[in-house]
Antibody
Framework: QVTLKESGPGILQPSQTLSLTCSFS??????????VGWIRQSSGKGLEWLAN???????YYNPSLKNRLTISKDTSNNQAFLKITNMDTADTATYYC?????????WGQGVMVTVSS | DIQMTQSPASLSASLGETVSIECLAS??????LAWYQQKSGKSPQLLIY???RLQDGVPSRFSGSGSGTRYSLKISGMQPEDEADYFC?????????FGSGTKLEIK
């Protein structure tokens, strides 16, 4: 059974760096073809894809966030990570991690992140 | 970036009614299209992948169709549990992009 769960700081101040962790079970990110992605959703708004990391460590980022994103993984501990630098109030959102098989087949419950001074 | 234009933004349907939601891609996406359902306060769930393939466990009243730049999601016989937001998403090219969503309510 595949499960994913996001964790993060909850609240941070503008200009700080957001560090998110996705802890998962039921699959291994070292297995051929596996991929974990990060997606966010502002309150009452649509979905925005942020980044994907593949089993072979290939990484893809949303260029709209320029060079603020870093995705990584720890296959030994079944975790994926996302860092976003220079956070702004506009980055306030619920952040999801998801397993990509055919598309985003399995999602975590999401973690709410608020950026406020 | 490939823009996904989703319509309508909101929709109200009676129980048993058939509803359709459309997504128009700004360029051809070769059936690399998924549909997600998001119920209030929950995470999105994959309904349809590859434009027309039903995800395991999804009721057969959901179906997807389309090609090229035009795709649609159909619900044949609205049920109370279908009240939700629906999103399309293309995976033809990075960056992955989503439609703006359709809020489906029961009339």
């Amino acid at each position: 059974q595949v499960t994913l769960k996001e964790s993060g700081p909850g609240i941070l101040q503008p200009s700080q760096t957001l560090s998110l962790t996705c802890s998962f079970s039921g699959f291994s990110l070292s297995t051929y073809g596996m991929c974990v992605g990060w997606i966010r959703q502002s309150s009452g708004k649509g979905l925005e894809w942020l980044a994907n990391i593949w089993w072979n460590d290939d990484k893809y980022y949303n260029p709209s966030l320029k060079n603020r994103l870093t995705i990584s993984k720890d296959t030994s501990n079944n975790q994926a990570f996302l860092k976003i630098t220079n956070m702004d109030t506009a980055d306030t959102a619920t952040y999801y991690c998801a397993l990509w098989e055919r598309d985003f087949d399995y999602w975590g419950q999401g973690v709410m992140v608020t950026v406020s001074s | 970036d490939i823009q996904m234009t989703q319509s309508p933004a909101s929709l109200s349907a009676s129980l048993g009614e058939t509803v359709s939601i459309e997504c128009l891609a700004s360029e051809g996406i070769s059936n690399d299209l998924a549909w997600y359902q998001q119920k209030s306060g929950k995470s999105p769930q994959l309904l349809i992948y590859a434009a027309s393939r039903l995800q395991d466990g999804v009721p057969s009243r959901f179906s997807g169709s389309g090609s090229g730049t035009r795709y649609s999601l159909k619900i044949s016989g609205m049920q109370p549990e279908d009240e939700a937001d629906y999103f399309c998403q293309q995976s033809y090219k990075y960056p992955l992009t989503f439609g703006s969503g359709t809020k489906l309510e029961i009339k």
